[in-house]
């Protein structure tokens, strides 16, 4: 297939790159890293080269909002477009700039899509649903908490109303962890950053009642999968998670196990406490072909040779 991945030096953009790319001909576009930061201090663009080290395919460098990009994305013609491109920090508060960048350019996406033909699989977020009750289901109390979540959201509504014009499948990712993410910084998963404050000989910092805050990790391999299988489901919205809650003090425990530690926790005052989601698990849509292999502690397992070799060659030098 021709693929098309925006965002696709990302953490989940370059991961699809990386694993289609043996059978498929993979055009990346992404803004990549720059100096601009929000307003929260957090880097806008977290495209990053480190991320493409192992691609073999295209990379075009650009705005999904500017022109030239757009026009570079219809010439190659692609058969599927994996959207993964957005402003994914749900602490930026900037209303104006979010929601010109993840909805306007996703309107230009599905006319693309349908003038070519192409199936579009994008990237829509579990926190649409804000304080819904758990677990959380499509349709169902959809209150976001922030302007990014909203943007999905509104993703989510124009997308169904071009489902009769072509293949959109959206998928809601819960809390995704996994090789690839380190370039995010601050917004990486808390099982990267914990993985990385134990293996520096400190004690891992938690929220206040950690032990009351669940969510629903899901790790990068089952979101691929969850990608794939998008191509041939019904359109619509999916959630993709691991279909399990759990707490910030299960990944210390799954963590401190895994590496031979008995740090104590350390516990600090939360931030985001208006605009924090305490409960997050998603019900699996049985018509959706899509089945986690994944649990918390298999994850962090597979994934654990990848924190200690970011910790020696990005954080230990």
Same mark, same amino acid.
């Given at each position: 297939?021709?693929?098309?991945?925006? *965002?696709?030096?990302? @953490?989940?953009?370059?991961?699809?790159?990386?694993?289609?790319?043996?059978?498929?001909?993979?055009?990346?576009?992404?803004?990549?890293?720059?100096?601009?930061?929000?307003?929260? *201090?957090?880097?806008?663009?977290?495209?990053? @080269?480190?991320?493409?080290?192992?691609?073999?395919?295209?990379?075009? $460098?650009?705005?999904?909002? &500017?022109?030239?990009?757009? /026009?570079?994305?219809?010439?190659?013609?692609?058969?599927?477009?994996?959207?993964?491109?957005?402003?994914? &920090?749900?602490?930026?508060?900037?209303?104006?700039?979010?929601?010109?960048?993840?909805?306007?350019?996703?309107?230009?996406?599905?006319?693309?899509?349908?003038?070519?033909?192409?199936?579009?699989?994008?990237?829509?977020?579990?926190?649409?649903?804000?304080?819904?009750?758990?677990?959380?289901?499509?349709?169902?109390?959809?209150?976001?908490?922030?302007?990014?979540? !909203?943007?999905?959201?509104?993703?989510?509504?124009?997308?169904?109303? !071009?489902? &009769?014009?072509?293949?959109?499948?959206?998928?809601?990712?819960?809390?995704?962890?996994?090789?690839?993410?380190?370039?995010?910084?601050?917004?990486?998963?808390?099982?990267?950053?914990?993985?990385?404050?134990?293996? *520096?000989?400190?004690?891992?910092?938690?929220?206040?009642?950690?032990?009351?805050?669940? /969510?629903? @990790?899901?790790?990068?391999? &089952? $979101?691929?999968?969850?990608?794939?299988?998008?191509?041939?489901?019904?359109?619509?919205?999916?959630?993709?998670?691991? *279909?399990?809650? /759990?707490?910030?003090?299960?990944?210390?425990?799954?963590?401190?196990?895994?590496?031979?530690?008995?740090?104590?926790?350390?516990?600090?005052?939360?931030?985001?406490?208006?605009?924090?989601?305490?409960?997050?698990?998603?019900?699996?849509?049985?018509?959706?072909?899509?089945?986690?292999? @994944?649990?918390?502690?298999?994850?962090?397992?597979?994934?654990?040779?990848?924190?200690?070799?970011?910790?020696?060659?990005?954080?230990? $030098?």
């Amino acid at each position: 297939m021709r693929v098309l991945i925006t *965002g696709g030096a990302g @953490f989940i953009g370059s991961q699809l790159a990386l694993f289609l790319q043996d059978k498929n001909e993979v055009l990346i576009v992404d803004k990549m890293r720059g100096n601009a930061t929000f307003e929260n *201090g957090n880097l806008e663009c977290l495209g990053h @080269f480190k991320n493409l080290l192992e691609f073999k395919g295209e990379l075009f $460098v650009g705005d999904i909002l &500017d022109e030239k990009t757009l /026009r570079i994305m219809r010439e190659f013609k692609p058969e599927v477009i994996f959207h993964q491109a957005a402003i994914s &920090d749900t602490t930026a508060s900037n209303q104006n700039q979010i929601l010109s960048v993840n909805l306007n350019s996703f309107k230009d996406l599905i006319k693309l899509s349908i003038e070519l033909n192409a199936k579009l699989i994008y990237a829509s977020s579990a926190s649409v649903y804000g304080d819904a009750k758990s677990p959380q289901s499509v349709g169902i109390d959809e209150k976001p908490k922030n302007a990014y979540a !909203f943007s999905k959201l509104m993703m989510d509504k124009l997308a169904a109303k !071009f489902y &009769d014009k072509a293949h959109l499948v959206g998928l809601r990712y819960f809390n995704v962890y996994g090789k690839g993410e380190f370039f995010k910084g601050k917004t990486s998963s808390m099982i990267l950053q914990f993985g990385h404050q134990i293996l *520096g000989g400190k004690a891992p910092r938690l929220f206040e009642e950690s032990d009351k805050i669940y /969510r629903d @990790f899901v790790y990068i391999k &089952d $979101v691929l999968s969850a990608n794939l299988e998008a191509l041939n489901a019904k359109c619509g919205v999916y959630n993709v998670g691991s *279909g399990v809650a /759990r707490t910030f003090i299960d990944i210390v425990d799954i963590l401190q196990k895994e590496l031979g530690t008995n740090y104590p926790y350390e516990f600090i005052t939360n931030p985001y406490k208006k605009a924090y989601q305490y409960h997050t698990e998603a019900k699996l849509d049985e018509s959706f072909a899509y089945k986690p292999k @994944f649990s918390l502690e298999e994850g962090i397992k597979d994934y654990l040779s990848e924190i200690k070799e970011l910790f020696e060659k990005e954080v230990n $030098v």
